[in-house]
């Protein structure tokens, strides 16, 4: 079954780090391009970071300069490294990527990791 399995989230204080995960169910399967997304309590899920299959990466102009997006070598993870957070930041984190299968590619999201930055 292709899965997208996302880990290091966590509580920080304003001004700490992160860096979350986001890796294929398979070794074989492949991230081809996708994004981050964070949905906030009473808010609606918002995309933080996106990056193509080229590697060509955007952001929200609210993350610019303090997250970076990222693809592993081998293409079977992406990451997304959280600096300077502030406690706007606090959300649900989610991953989603196109997942490549034996040449078919897959839609699919994170179950999504909880990032709380105290003030």
């Known amino acids: 079954q292709v899965q997208l399995v996302e880990s290091g989230g966590g509580l920080v204080q304003t001004g700490g780090s992160l860096r979350l995960s986001c890796v294929t169910s398979?070794?074989?399967?492949?991230?081809?391009?996708g994004g981050w997304y964070r949905q906030a309590p009473g808010k609606q899920r918002e995309l933080v970071a996106s990056?193509?299959?080229?590697?060509?990466?955007n952001y929200a102009d609210s993350v610019k300069g303090r997250f970076t997006i990222s693809r592993g070598n081998a293409k079977n993870a992406m990451y997304l490294q959280l600096d300077n957070l502030k406690p706007e930041d606090t959300a649900v984190y989610y991953c989603?990527?196109?997942?490549?299968?034996?040449?078919?590619?897959?839609?699919?999201w994170g179950q999504g990791t909880q990032v709380t930055v105290s003030s």
């Open positions: 989603k990527a196109n997942v490549v299968v034996f040449g078919l590619r897959y839609d699919k």
């Open positions: 398979g070794d074989t399967f492949s991230i081809y391009d």
């Open positions: 990056i193509s299959n080229d590697g060509k990466t």
